[in-house]
């Protein structure tokens, strides 16, 4: 088996996990410390924060590792941000079938986004092991996700339904559950019992869509790099700006209709990068571009085909 090369040097990796500890602590010992509603304007302050934060990071990567590592970490960011958007369309009917109380929402994705980052990190160093041990697997990953882009854009309509989730129905057969919330609480006891609130089905419904979307978004940042260090902290990065991303967008989402077809054609598009690979690479810096533009088309579509909408609607309550 080959060495698994990297650009991440053991400073780099300790300052890395130092930062996300010190950032967690923050964000849920004293900024979220009380259940709140988190409001547009504070949830777009955040945004803006772990976005400032991944470009300096970026800048860091580009200033020690070359402009190679550094387009390669700007790329890999830039499809797991875009695919984990995909998530907060999960997250609202989540949200919203269960009932969940804005205050409380913060904290179920807090614990939910902890526990996905433990998840991914396992998944992204095994896909990486996987990878340098058969080769052939790249293309087994590029096929999935050509698969998975096509199957997105078939499916860009249906509507998602928490209540007939397999899982939801299991939870609730095997685990003492009330319909009651005890402020924050994920268990609660009820008649000498202990209960899980409707809190810690939403944090399972949430884990187990982060882990299902991990499974379309990991292999596609293989089709730009290898390194398990742009990886993992690209990765990170897209994951741990999701929160404030979700309480932002959340009101929102109805407006992006064309979303879900942009993703999936990056998903076929960085699909067939990877089947490609061995015969022509497609250079860092023209994929960057490519999903770039794809995605700024989509967002673009999405916001005049709203106002367009909202216009008739407009009219038509004059007429």
Not at 125 to 146: K, S, T
Not at 201 to 215: N, Q, Y
Request: glycine share 6%.
């Amino acid at each position: 088996m080959p060495p698994i090369e990297s650009v991440g040097s053991p400073a780099l990796w300790i300052g890395f996990f130092a930062f996300v500890l010190v950032m967690l602590a923050l964000d849920l010992g004293v900024f979220h410390k009380k259940a709140h509603v988190v409001t547009f304007k504070e949830a777009a302050i955040w945004s803006a924060v772990w976005v400032s934060l991944s470009l300096v990071f970026n800048g860091v990567v580009f200033a020690t590792a070359g402009s190679q590592a550094g387009i390669e970490f700007t790329t890999g960011y830039l499809i797991e941000k875009s695919l984990s958007v995909d998530n907060i369309f999960v997250f609202v009917v989540i949200f919203g079938s269960l009932g969940i109380p804005p205050q409380y929402q913060h904290r179920v994705l807090f614990w939910g986004i902890l526990t996905a980052l433990i998840l991914r990190a396992i998944m992204i160093f095994a896909g990486v092991a996987a990878i340098n041990q058969f080769h052939w697997l790249i293309y087994v990953f590029g096929g999935f996700l050509v698969l998975t882009g096509i199957k997105l854009y078939l499916q860009r309509d249906k509507p998602e339904s928490p209540e007939e989730s397999k899982i939801l129905q299991w939870a609730r057969r095997v685990i003492p559950t009330t319909s009651r919330f005890d402020g924050q609480k994920f268990f609660t006891i009820e008649n000498g019992k202990r209960m899980a609130t409707p809190l810690f089905l939403a944090l399972i419904l949430v884990e187990v869509s982060d882990v299902i979307f991990a499974v379309d978004s990991i292999p596609a940042i293989f089709a730009v790099t290898n390194d398990p260090f742009i990886i993992f902290t690209s990765n990170i990065f897209a994951i741990l700006g999701l929160r404030s991303l979700f309480f932002m967008l959340a009101g929102m989402v109805d407006k992006f209709r064309y979303l879900k077809v942009g993703l999936a054609v990056v998903l076929v598009f960085v699909g067939v990068k990877m089947l490609i690979l061995d015969l022509y690479k497609i250079p860092a810096l023209i994929s960057l571009a490519v999903i770039l533009g794809i995605l700024t088309a989509s967002i673009v579509l999405s916001l005049r085909a709203s106002r367009r909408d909202e216009a008739e609607a407009a009219s038509k309550k004059v007429g």
